[in-house]
């Protein structure tokens, strides 16, 4: 390989790097550093701080008043552990509803003809081109007791009152399904579409009928995009902070909203901080064990 070749090589290989050690690395090692100081009343509102001028003996003094009590308190109060299991659960069973959703959709577009594909895709994707905030209240509007779902169910005759939709765990459920249904449905219409039609047809001949062939060959073969898919939702649900704020109510505790209150209203930054840091940790489990099973796939 030439020099020049093999130097926009290298540059071709370091540029993902230096972004994540830009983007996320340093913010990263920040917000870790900041878990493990103390909140007090002064600006910033944490200590210890750095600075340069104090020299290396400086430094080594202030880092030992680096503390564990933030993750202590974390640990131990049941709000925090609650907002935990809670945002789980709500991101869990909204990744669930997404992808009984999702999957039909994504089947539908790659069953389509080729030349509605690219129509579809751009539905599919259309949401994001008007404002995230504008959607959400876009749902206020609709799931109010005086909103257009209950007058329009009114109006038919279905229901006699209205219905308690807006403020409740349901709703924070129809927000983020609606919010990040896209994640799901485009990986799975990838890993659908990708897929060789004499494959079932093979399945067809040697006696399967329609449905065993979907279970045994379609299904099977667009598993990867449907874990995918799980993950580009899982992940951002779990730590929601706009759509649990506007449209739940105050029983609806998530983590995000946690990290909301710690950092600005009760200025609490150290404890902020711990939250995020143990909140990447148990974001990262699902993700090691979906790239685990992709390389154990890969050497099969």
């Not at 594909?117 to 509007?141: D, E, G, M, N, Q």
Request: glycine share 6%.
């Amino acid at each position: 390989m030439r020099p020049r070749g093999a130097l926009a090589l290298r540059f071709v290989l370091a540029a993902p790097l230096l972004w994540l050690l830009a983007f996320f690395v340093a913010p990263f090692a920040i917000v870790l550093k900041l878990s493990f100081s103390r909140a007090v009343t002064a600006q910033p509102p944490y200590e210890p701080t750095f600075t340069f001028a104090d020299g290396l003996s400086g430094l080594i003094e202030s880092g030992r008043q680096f503390t564990t009590e933030s993750y202590a308190l974390l640990f131990s109060d049941w709000l925090y552990l609650d907002a935990y299991v809670s945002s789980l659960r709500i991101a869990g069973l909204a990744t669930l509803i997404a992808l009984l959703i999702g999957y039909p959709l994504a089947l539908a577009m790659s069953r389509a003809p080729p030349n509605w594909r690219a129509r579809l895709i751009v539905l599919a994707i259309a949401p994001f081109w008007t404002s995230f905030l504008v959607r959400v209240y876009a749902w206020i509007v609709i799931l109010k007791n005086e909103g257009l779902l209950n007058h329009a169910l009114l109006g038919m005759g279905i229901i006699s009152e209205p219905l308690q939709i807006f403020a409740t765990e349901g709703a924070v459920l129809i927000g983020l399904v609606y919010a990040y249904l896209p994640f799901t449905v485009l990986p799975i219409f990838n890993a659908l579409e990708k897929q060789d039609d004499a494959l079932v047809e093979a399945a067809l001949d040697l006696g399967a009928t329609r449905v065993s062939a979907f279970w045994t060959v379609t299904f099977p073969l667009s598993l990867p995009g449907l874990y995918a898919g799980a993950l580009l939702m899982f992940i951002p649900a779990t730590g929601e902070f706009v759509i649990p704020d506007l449209l739940g109510g105050s029983g609806d505790l998530m983590i995000g909203r946690v990290l909301w209150s710690e950092f600005f209203s009760n200025r609490d930054w150290p404890m902020a901080s711990a939250a995020a840091c143990v909140l990447l940790c148990v974001l990262l489990a699902p993700l090691l064990l979906f790239e685990r099973a992709q390389s154990r796939e890969a050497n099969t």
